[in-house]
């Protein structure tokens, strides 16, 4: 027990003098830290490469979005349309006008509306009625004239009387197109809209 005693004492008496002598701890923990910080400053560069690339690769889809459109561009009624991906409805375009007409609610930034969902633009009230109507529209195939709420530039209530209609894309997208046929102020809404509200 005592052979074992001494020999660490020993080791820890030469480990001691080397430290003091030659700093070898020292320096071995800066080596370590330099190259740990090196690869940790790699890898936070390709972290930005990789940011900077998908933020490109994610405009360019998005101006590539309002090519695809372009028929619409010049359309005189506010146009939409969004994608069906697993259960939930992606804003993909929005034409000028429905920007002039219902830009209030995302501050006139067609950008701000684009790659969300109905519950992320339209809060959790209005995103799921929006939610049924394009759900509706996506399964049956049938188009759907509706009346759904949203508010004005005062935040006052207000009913916009739609269509929607169903776009399947090369057999695998489903893209829900909409169009605002009407504003009508709560007090103009006649009996026949205020059934097809419920």
Do not use: C
């Not at 790699?42 to 590539?64: G, H, P, Y």
């Not at 830009?103 to 633009?121: A, C, M, T, V, W």
């Amino acid at each position: 027990m005592r052979d074992i005693k001494k020999r660490s004492r020993n080791f820890l008496f030469i480990v001691s003098n080397l430290e003091k002598k030659h700093k070898v701890i020292t320096y071995v923990s800066l080596l370590f830290l330099t190259v740990s910080t090196y690869f940790l400053r790699t890898e936070n560069q390709k972290v930005k490469i990789d940011f900077a690339t998908l933020k490109e690769r994610n405009e360019s889809l998005t101006r590539n979005m309002v090519i695809f459109n372009r028929n619409y561009e010049n359309f005189p009624q506010p146009v939409w349309q969004k994608i069906k991906q697993g259960d939930e409805f992606i804003m993909k375009y929005v034409n000028p006008e429905y920007v002039n007409r219902i830009g209030h609610l995302f501050n006139y930034d067609k950008y701000e509306q684009i790659g969300k969902n109905n519950f992320e633009n339209f809060g959790p009230s209005y995103g799921q009625k929006y939610q049924e109507n394009d759900m509706s529209v996506s399964i049956s195939g049938k188009e759907l004239e509706t009346i759904e709420e949203t508010t004005d530039k005062d935040g006052k209530l207000i009913y916009i009387k739609s269509i929607k209609w169903r776009d399947i894309n090369d057999n695998k997208d489903t893209l829900v197109y909409g169009m605002i046929k009407d504003f009508i102020k709560p007090e103009d809404i006649n009996f026949e809209d205020k059934k097809s509200l419920n």
